[in-house]
């Protein structure tokens, strides 16, 4: 079985999907979406057969599952696959999310037909992409699935998304592709620095490399640059508030919970690998820029009304934890990361999911426009009361273990560093339990059908405070009795989980509970690849102090 | 440390159990509507029993002998940090889990009483579930991470419950000001634990306590000061109190279990369970004093001060868990102290909150005790078991305070310098104080004239209520006599905290026992004159400065709001704007250029071959170059 080319069948799979669900036949167009569920299942299975193939004990090489080709000799790119144990849990994330994500699509596009094949098809071809782009050993290759990806994106963004769709897809676009110009660049000069050869791209050819120390820097800039956007990180981060915006909550699952983890994955496998001296050289100025981001986006994310949008500035803010520890370059720290990679994907996809359900029945996605939906959807509530929960990171659920690692494993070597981040921890609170506030908390919101059949809030008192004007510390004085009674009792059409929803939720949930008191099947995987990784960068863990004073604002 | 044997190998059932009641009740779905709650109870007295078990099992070896560790699973196995999932289970943590079982039990057997018209009842209780099993977690966690997982488990169950009744918005804003200034507070718990990470690589309490001899004094001074954080966040105590009061928007018997008896006391237990490393850092330990002493006097002050009988009762509970990390503040002087006036309070304030409860429930919820009056006659067992508590507290010779918070008391005067007289008088004058302000409760609530509104017909409450309060009465009166005198608390957590020092307060024992009391005489008499003799006016008077800023909990949510508040929305506000128009602007910007530069290009579509020729010779130069790069 291990001679199985896994890998490719892994996004062959999806691929093949995809091709069945745009070609049925017009009669049998309904079928697209079980199809199309399907497909992503037997992708689920075969990805967790190569799991069981892979081996986590010591001594094995960097990469495993691997397949080498020769593709495009006279320029030295090969098709050449592999795993590590990070590259593997990412993969698997995707895996799972994807047929998550395609139940909670079911009803995205009401109208059906063609334009529903294509949306699903479209979701099955960056799945194929997705597991590309991880699994790709070819610093080529991964370039060519890193601005492949690019092109489902934007049609799922362009042709489903919200009312702003095409300005929020031209901009995911330019941003994208002006990161991906720029690693062209860096990706052609570094091979100038390699070898060549017919296998001139590997990343093992291109490892280890002896570069003058200026040229290091421009590559690692080259690369880090399209990374950052990615990821992404202040102050390149505007296009992901208004993607995640527009998009439908599926398509921002894949897009903030896997794509971007591109950019982190790609700073650890590129950046850090192939560039270690420039890696030193640029921590500070990555440091400083990871902390903006956490506390910034964070802060941001307070502010927002547009529940997507917060969701998305809470992952600019968890962006910056996982770019923390991976440039903090400590045992815990690099670990911590490629947790927090896994967790985030799952967490960022409760989290949208949820809100999507929740916009699907109050037709808004502002805050402000909900309140008291604890007592109409309390099943919905609960979860995405546990997704928020996740969110900011409470012991118990898999965050928690993640940011804890990344926040610990930097205070070893930076304790200013660590220090600051601590505020992201507090700040967290807030811009989660203000929203959970506004939307489920509150009197039992009055709804009747508008005009156009849509639901309208009622407004004697049942709009709560929005998030940005509410003042964090008024006194409980509003008594029982002067809340109007219909307020507590009235009920409404909206419904609360059907069965696949809950199923979504369920499944969801699950995770999130198992990770944060059961990581070590994860870990156990990730272990291997960050010791490859310290290798590479040559840095040895800070050994305790104990007899020295932390410096600076530790306190 | 020996590894579990017997009932303790199987202690991590006591928090198993409750969790599960928790997930039952709340996937179990409408059907558990009525056996829900029973089941929540039952699980949680299967907690109690295991507990005792272990005690007893625990009492049958050796003094030394008695500590055990209980290894679970292999946790976050992350390389250098090597974490696993543990309990342990010693006297001190013991200790806990029966007042945690036990009082919490009783007041579950009470909500089934009192919560047995609500519609959300289930849920009610698969939070209490999963506030038991959370702080059992808390106190038996064998690692500071594991610690925090209850600690944040505590505060989430807590949240929960204060905003139980969360359809009115100013309760959903109690529970979130309680979470997020816990937050505040679990951000010194996160840098404790990086420093001591930092420092030792460890963060089990075996390795930590190990590690500390040896380590600078400003290490220790840090982590000191960022458990202390923690402490205050959790304990509630100054500057991060001011979220307790508020919380009191939850059921009273949530205000009882979690927010009197136990969860605020967590902060305490953390300090005594740290003892090592505080013994071994006197600043810090000055540090835990002083935030103890003014803890205790703000909360007596406030006492006086508030006609909502919760509020009293939640600014009392500020202070004497004020008094507890004073004494935790003294070192292994204080230790054991610290610990006993916690149990002896878990009893009779968690009372004395059913009490209040059980009184709410026979005056239509009303809280304001100017409403009250004379309602001994009308809830005898009420009153009674009220009453007993109310002595407790205020140290009435031979009850319980009497033995748990005068030995806080004479400790405080133990040492040397200005220390014990600033620490020591404050104590003992917060002591008159206190008798003051809970006569006031007490005098306003079952004496005097009766000042109810119309309509209420104010009854005794039914059996599930009122026997809970009848036992948790008999605790108020007996435990302290049991425990104290005998010594046993004292001897049985000597191995956790260290060998119990005797010191000599700077006042003789016998005298300051005296004063104690004559202050205590003095609270009461004054009280009775305002609040008995005299008559209670219904509206509030207008009150002197103190009393007006006490009402307003001496200005902690005003400088609040105007710190951080306030300041905080208009920096949320400018950086969304910031963003918006800044950040993104510059993307924005750069798109407008890039289109600009499209319009320009698309004049080279010119149709003339001879442009085209060009262009094209260009892009063969530009790919044979390239091509003669790479090779």
Same mark, same amino acid.
């Given at each position: 079985m291990s001679d199985f080319p896994f890998l490719t069948t892994l996004g062959v799979i999806p691929l093949v999907g995809a091709a069945v669900v745009s070609l049925l036949p017009k009669g049998s167009a309904r079928l697209a979406r079980p199809v199309a569920l399907v497909f992503s299942l037997i992708t689920l299975v075969v990805g967790i057969v190569a799991a069981t193939q892979f081996k986590t004990g010591g001594g094995q090489p960097q990469f495993q599952l691997t397949e080498t080709h020769s593709w495009i000799p006279q320029f030295g790119v090969s098709y050449a696959l592999g795993v590590d144990g990070m590259a593997l849990a990412l993969i698997l994330m995707s895996l799972v999310l994807v047929p998550i994500s395609l139940l909670a699509a079911w009803n995205d596009v009401p109208e059906g037909g063609r334009r529903e094949q294509t949306y699903f098809a479209l979701l099955l071809v960056l799945e194929t992409f997705m597991v590309g782009v991880f699994a790709a050993t070819d610093v080529f290759l991964f370039y060519v699935f890193f601005e492949a990806m690019l092109i489902p994106v934007y049609f799922l963004i362009g042709l489903y998304g919200g009312p702003r769709r095409q300005y929020a897809a031209v901009k995911f676009l330019l941003f994208s592709l002006f990161g991906g110009l720029i690693m062209l660049v860096a990706v052609i000069a570094l091979y100038q620095q390699g070898p060549g050869g017919d296998q001139g791209f590997l990343v093992s050819t291109l490892t280890g490399l002896n570069m003058s120390a200026s040229t290091e820097r421009l590559l690692f800039v080259g690369f880090f640059i399209a990374f950052a956007i990615k990821a992404p990180m202040w102050p390149v981060h505007t296009w992901l508030p208004d993607a995640a915006s527009?998009?439908? %909550?599926?398509?921002?699952?894949?897009?903030?919970?896997?794509?971007?983890?591109?950019?982190?994955?790609?700073?650890?496998?590129?950046?850090?690998?192939?560039? %270690?001296? #420039?890696?030193?050289?640029?921590? %500070?100025?990555?440091?400083?820029?990871?902390?903006?981001?956490?506390?910034?986006?964070?802060?941001? *994310?307070?502010?927002?009304?547009?529940?997507?949008?917060?969701?998305?500035?809470?992952?600019?803010?968890?962006?910056?934890?996982?770019?923390?520890?991976?440039?903090?370059?400590?045992?815990?720290?690099?670990?911590?990361?490629?947790?927090?990679?896994?967790?985030?994907?799952?967490?960022?996809? #409760?989290?949208?999911?949820?809100?999507?359900?929740?916009?699907?029945?109050?037709?808004?996605?502002?805050?402000?426009?909900?309140?008291?939906?604890?007592?109409?959807?309390?099943?919905?509530?609960?979860?995405?009361?546990? *997704?928020?929960?996740?969110?900011?990171?409470?012991?118990?659920?898999?965050?928690?273990?993640?940011?804890?690692?990344?926040?610990?494993?930097?205070?070893?070597?930076?304790?200013? *560093?660590?220090?600051?981040?601590?505020?992201?921890?507090?700040?967290?609170?807030?811009?989660?339990?203000?929203?959970?506030?506004?939307?489920?908390?509150?009197?039992?919101?009055?709804? *009747?059908?508008?005009?156009?059949?849509?639901?309208?809030?009622?407004?004697?008192?049942?709009?709560?405070?929005?998030?940005?004007?509410?003042?964090?510390?008024?006194? %409980?004085?509003?008594?029982?009795?002067?809340?109007? #009674?219909?307020?507590?009792?009235?009920?409404?059409?909206?419904?609360?989980l059907d069965l696949r929803e809950k199923t979504v939720a369920g499944v969801l949930v699950a995770i999130l509970v198992v990770l944060g008191f059961f990581p070590k099947p994860a870990l156990d995987l990730l272990r291997p690849a960050v010791s490859q990784t310290l290798q590479h960068v040559g840095v040895q863990d800070p050994s305790p102090h104990a007899d020295a004073n932390p410096e600076g604002s530790s306190k | 440390m020996h590894d579990a044997t017997g009932v303790a190998s199987v202690g991590w059932l006591m928090i198993a159990l409750p969790l599960l009641g928790a997930a039952v009740l709340l996937l179990g779905g409408k059907a558990l509507d009525k056996a829900g709650p029973y089941l929540a109870v039952l699980l949680s007295w299967a907690a109690f029993v295991i507990g005792l078990l272990i005690v007893l099992q625990l009492r049958g070896r050796g003094a030394e002998e008695r500590a055990m560790h209980l290894h679970l699973y292999s946790w976050i196995p992350a390389g250098s940090l090597n974490l696993d999932a543990g309990l342990l289970i010693d006297q001190l943590s013991t200790t806990f889990v029966l007042l945690i079982t036990f009082v919490g039990s009783l007041i579950m057997v009470y909500s089934l009483g009192y919560m047995e018209h609500d519609p959300d009842k289930r849920r009610f209780f698969a939070y209490l579930n999963l506030?038991?099993?959370?702080?059992?977690?808390?106190?038996?966690?064998?690692?500071?991470?594991?610690?925090?997982?209850?600690?944040?488990?505590?505060?989430?169950?807590?949240?929960?419950?204060?905003?139980?009744?969360?359809?009115?918005?100013?309760?959903?804003?109690?529970?979130?000001?309680?979470?997020? &200034?816990?937050?505040?507070?679990?951000?010194?718990?996160?840098?404790?634990? /990086?420093?001591? /990470?930092?420092?030792?690589?460890?963060? +089990?309490?075996?390795?930590?306590?190990?590690?500390?001899?040896?380590?600078?004094?400003?290490?220790?001074?840090?982590?000191?000061?960022?458990?202390?954080?923690?402490?205050?966040?959790?304990? $509630?105590?100054?500057?991060?109190?001011?979220?307790?009061?508020? $919380?009191?928007?939850?059921?009273?018997?949530?205000?009882?279990?979690?927010?009197? $008896?136990?969860?605020?006391?967590?902060?305490?237990? &953390?300090?005594?369970?740290?003892?090592?490393?505080?013994?071994?850092?006197?600043?810090?330990?000055? $540090?835990?004093?002083?935030?103890?002493?003014?803890?205790?006097?703000?909360g007596a002050i406030i006492g006086c001060a508030k006609d909502d009988m919760k509020k009293a009762l939640a600014a009392s509970t500020m202070s004497q868990i004020g008094y507890m990390v004073l004494a935790a503040g003294l070192g292994p002087v204080g230790y054991a102290f610290a610990i006993f006036h916690l149990v002896t309070h878990g009893f009779f304030k968690a009372g004395m909150f059913l009490g209040a409860g059980s009184v709410m429930h026979g005056m239509n919820d009303q809280v304001d005790m100017r409403r009250f009056g004379g309602l001994s006659t009308v809830m005898k067992i009420t009153w009674v078991t009220f009453g007993l508590g109310f002595l407790a507290i205020i140290g009435f010779p031979g009850l319980s305070g009497f033995w748990s918070k005068d030995k806080i008391i004479e400790s405080a005067?133990?040492?040397?310098?200005?220390?014990?007289?600033?620490?020591?008088?404050?104590?003992?004058?917060?002591?008159?104080?206190?008798? /003051?302000?809970?006569?006031?409760?007490? /005098?306003?609530?079952?004496?005097?004239? !009766? !000042?109810?509104?119309?309509?209420?017909?104010?009854?005794?409450?039914?059996?599930?209520?009122?026997?809970?309060?009848?036992?948790?009465?008999?605790?108020?009166?007996?435990?302290?006599?049991?425990?104290?005198?005998?010594?046993?608390?004292?001897?049985?957590?000597?191995?956790?905290?260290?060998?119990?020092?005797?010191?000599?307060?700077?006042?003789?024992?016998?005298?300051?026992?005296?004063?104690?009391?004559?202050?205590?005489?003095?609270?009461?008499?004054?009280?009775?004159?305002?609040?008995?003799?005299?008559?209670?006016?219904?509206?509030?008077?207008?009150?002197?400065?103190?009393?007006?800023?006490?009402?307003?909990?001496?200005?902690?949510?005003?400088?609040?709001?105007?710190?951080?508040?306030?300041?905080?929305?208009?920096?949320?506000?400018?950086?969304?704007?910031?963003?918006?128009?800044?950040? +993104?602007?510059?993307g924005n910007g750069m798109a407008a250029g890039i289109g600009g530069s499209s319009a320009r290009l698309k004049k080279m579509q010119n149709g003339y071959v001879r442009s085209y020729s060009l262009t094209m010779l260009l892009g063969v130069v530009a790919i044979l170059g390239a091509w003669w790069v790479v090779q």
């Open positions: 527009e998009s439908k %909550p599926a398509v921002a699952v894949l897009l903030v919970g896997v794509l971007d983890k591109v950019g982190t994955f790609g700073m650890i496998r590129f950046c850090l690998q192939l560039f %270690p001296e #420039a890696s030193k050289w640029a921590t %500070p100025v990555v440091i400083i820029l990871a902390l903006i981001s956490i506390v910034y986006a964070a802060i941001a *994310a307070i502010g927002q009304n547009d529940m997507m949008r917060l969701i998305a500035y809470t992952s600019v803010s968890h962006f910056g934890f996982i770019v923390l520890g991976i440039f903090a370059v400590t045992q815990t720290s690099m670990i911590g990361s490629q947790l927090y990679m896994i967790n985030h994907g799952f967490t960022t996809a #409760a989290l949208f999911l949820f809100a999507g359900f929740l916009i699907v029945r109050g037709k808004s996605k502002n805050i402000t426009d909900y309140g008291g939906w604890q007592r109409i959807t309390p099943v919905l509530g609960g979860v995405f009361l546990i *997704a928020g929960l996740s969110g900011l990171a409470l012991p118990g659920l898999n965050s928690f273990v993640s940011e804890f690692l990344v926040m610990i494993g930097t205070f070893q070597r930076y304790q200013v *560093a660590g220090g600051i981040a601590v505020v992201g921890v507090v700040l967290a609170a807030l811009y989660v339990l203000l929203m959970i506030k506004n939307v489920l908390t509150g009197p039992k919101p009055q709804l *009747a059908a508008g005009p156009d059949g849509t639901l309208a809030l009622g407004d004697d008192g049942t709009r709560p405070h929005t998030g940005v004007t509410d003042t964090l510390f008024d006194e %409980p004085d509003t008594k029982i009795e002067d809340i109007p #009674a219909e307020a507590k009792v009235r009920g409404s059409s909206i419904r609360d | 506030f038991v099993a959370s702080m059992l977690l808390l106190v038996l966690a064998d690692s500071y991470v594991l610690l925090f997982v209850g600690w944040e488990g505590v505060g989430l169950a807590s949240y929960l419950l204060i905003g139980f009744w969360n359809w009115n918005p100013a309760y959903a804003t109690a529970a979130n000001k309680a979470f997020f &200034l816990n937050r505040v507070g679990d951000m010194g718990m996160l840098l404790a634990m /990086f420093i001591m /990470f930092w420092a030792w690589g460890k963060l +089990d309490f075996a390795g930590v306590n190990a590690a500390v001899a040896g380590t600078g004094k400003g290490t220790l001074l840090a982590i000191g000061l960022c458990l202390l954080v923690a402490a205050c966040g959790k304990s $509630a105590q100054f500057p991060l109190q001011s979220w307790l009061g508020d $919380a009191m928007a939850g059921p009273t018997p949530v205000s009882a279990l979690i927010h009197a $008896a136990t969860m605020v006391t967590a902060g305490v237990y &953390l300090i005594v369970r740290s003892n090592v490393i505080f013994t071994a850092s006197e600043n810090a330990r000055l $540090a835990v004093c002083i935030v103890g002493a003014i803890t205790l006097a703000a005067f133990i040492g040397e310098g200005w220390k014990p007289w600033v620490f020591g008088l404050t104590a003992l004058l917060a002591a008159g104080v206190t008798a /003051f302000y809970m006569s006031r409760l007490f /005098f306003m609530t079952f004496m005097g004239k !009766r !000042r109810w509104t119309e309509d209420v017909h104010p009854h005794e409450s039914p059996l599930t209520m009122t026997i809970p309060m009848m036992i948790l009465a008999v605790g108020s009166a007996f435990l302290g006599l049991i425990l104290g005198p005998t010594n046993i608390i004292t001897d049985w957590l000597e191995p956790v905290v260290g060998a119990h020092e005797e010191g000599h307060p700077v006042i003789g024992q016998y005298p300051l026992m005296a004063i104690t009391v004559v202050l205590m005489i003095i609270g009461v008499a004054i009280a009775w004159k305002m609040y008995w003799r005299d008559d209670v006016p219904i509206t509030p008077p207008v009150g002197s400065p103190l009393t007006q800023a006490a009402r307003r909990d001496l200005g902690q949510d005003d400088l609040n709001e105007a710190v951080f508040a306030r300041p905080g929305l208009h920096l949320t506000r400018s950086l969304v704007f910031f963003d918006n128009k800044v950040v +993104d602007g510059g």
